[in-house]
């Protein structure tokens, strides 16, 4: 149960660090910058992607990481498929509700389509990008390193 946790932890500080890039970038594009709602999103979604798999392929699961270049093209679809939850999110709150100051923006896109948007990533990433089984010594099994799994992660 301790490296369950540690992969969250792990997978939670790449997370945080992506949302704080994902969440300024938006601010100001949408802010001084004077951009559009979801060009603005758009934006800087891209750049919080960037940083999340760089945080979990350089941390949190480093050590089940697979070769090449498909675990990268299926984080990108399953970060596209996040994107799309966000942007929905504040398609639906801007112009379907009409509710269309930066703080309702932030709070639809940034706020509730990236809490919603992180339950699909977790699940996307540990289960398709980084499976417990494409350790680099090709070992399945349990937490415990003893027969594979996530171990040694970024978080201890």
């Not at 112009?95 to 706020?111: F, K, M, N």
Request: aromatic share 8%; net charge positive; proline share 4%.
């Amino acid at each position: 149960m301790v490296a369950g946790r540690r992969e969250l932890l792990g997978f939670a500080s790449a997370g945080l660090l992506a949302y704080a890039v994902d969440l300024g970038l938006f601010t100001l594009l949408r802010g001084p910058a004077g951009l559009g709602p979801l060009t603005a999103k758009a934006l800087s979604f891209v750049a919080g992607c960037s940083v999340a798999y760089a945080g979990n392929a350089l941390g949190t699961y480093r050590h089940t990481r697979p070769r090449g270049l498909r675990p990268y093209a299926v984080f990108c679809a399953v970060n596209a498929a996040g994107a799309a939850v966000q942007l929905l999110c504040l398609a639906v709150s801007h112009y379907g509700l009409g509710l269309t100051s930066q703080r309702a923006d932030t709070v639809s896109g940034a706020g509730i389509g990236m809490a919603l948007a992180t339950l699909l990533r977790f699940w996307g990433t540990r289960t398709l990008v980084f499976p417990a089984g494409d350790s680099p010594r090709g070992r399945t099994g349990s937490w415990t390193g003893t027969s594979g799994g996530r171990v040694g992660t970024w978080t201890g």
